[in-house]
């Protein structure tokens, strides 16, 4: 499964667009981008995936860059409930997830 | 039901002891996960079972024995384990036969301290 590489933290004002970049400059032509996101003492929660289109649920949207070498998740008005490690994962669906750091978002009130 | 229960929540057991951790999902999923999460760590995946066979072992010690008795069910059995075992051990379910789909539950996890 290809790398990835997030920043370690961000902030973010509550009721404002919360945009997580994510680097997946050697994912290969099967493999996903999958989101996870993991609120303090909890276990870690799926977001969203997409493959090249950019996705959106009700959670968030994810873009994906045209080259597939980066990607943003967008929580479009961030709570305080949305403060976690957001974890930015590729995979081919081979039932393996391999969780890098991750980026721990604070939000501000 | 969408949710993946985990039994005990906190756990404490010497080195020389023998206990297990349990983790249940009704959602007719047939893949289940064990992961482990140390401290301000990403969780790292220890074993995958598809459909009741382990598929997965990411070269983890012996002292952890998993055991998948049916497709609801999910035990990882512990003994003579080192005090840097503890950690959170999360247990997730996911569907099979769905290749895009890697849309793993995960339960709240046991929290395991090793004295």
């Known amino acids: 499964d290809a790398k990835t590489t997030q920043p370690t933290s961000m902030d973010c004002a509550e009721g404002r667009a919360a945009n997580l970049p994510c680097n997946h400059s050697?994912?290969?032509?099967?493999?996903?981008v999958y989101w996870y996101r993991q609120i303090h003492s909890q276990g870690p929660q799926y977001i969203i995936h997409?493959?090249?289109n950019n996705e959106t649920n009700e959670m968030a949207s994810l873009i994906i860059t045209e080259d597939r070498k980066s990607s943003t998740l967008i929580l479009p008005h961030a709570t305080l409930r949305d403060t976690a490690v957001y974890y930015c994962?590729?995979?081919?669906?081979?039932?393996?997830?391999?969780f890098g750091t991750g980026t721990r978002l604070t939000i501000i009130p | 039901d969408t949710e993946v229960t985990q039994t005990p929540k906190h756990l404490v057991m010497g080195m020389t002891n023998k206990k297990s951790l349990k983790c249940e999902q009704h959602?007719?999923?047939?893949?289940m996960y064990w992961y482990k999460q140390k401290a301000k760590k990403p969780p790292e995946l220890m074993f995958v079972?598809?459909?009741?066979?382990?598929?997965i072992n990411e070269s983890v010690p012996s002292r952890f024995s998993p055991e998948c008795p049916n497709s609801s069910l999910l035990n990882l059995h512990l003994h003579a384990l080192q005090p840097e075992d503890s950690a959170l051990y999360l247990c997730?379910?996911?569907?099979?036969?769905?290749?895009?789909?890697?849309?793993?539950?995960f339960g709240p996890g046991t929290r395991l301290t090793v004295l």
């Open positions: 997730a379910s996911s569907h099979l036969g769905l290749a895009e789909v890697n849309e793993q539950f």
């Open positions: 050697t994912i290969s032509g099967n493999e996903y």
């Open positions: 997409g493959l090249k």
């Open positions: 994962i590729v995979s081919g669906g081979n039932e393996k997830l391999t």
């Open positions: 959602m007719g999923h047939r893949a």
């Open positions: 079972y598809s459909y009741e066979k382990l598929s």
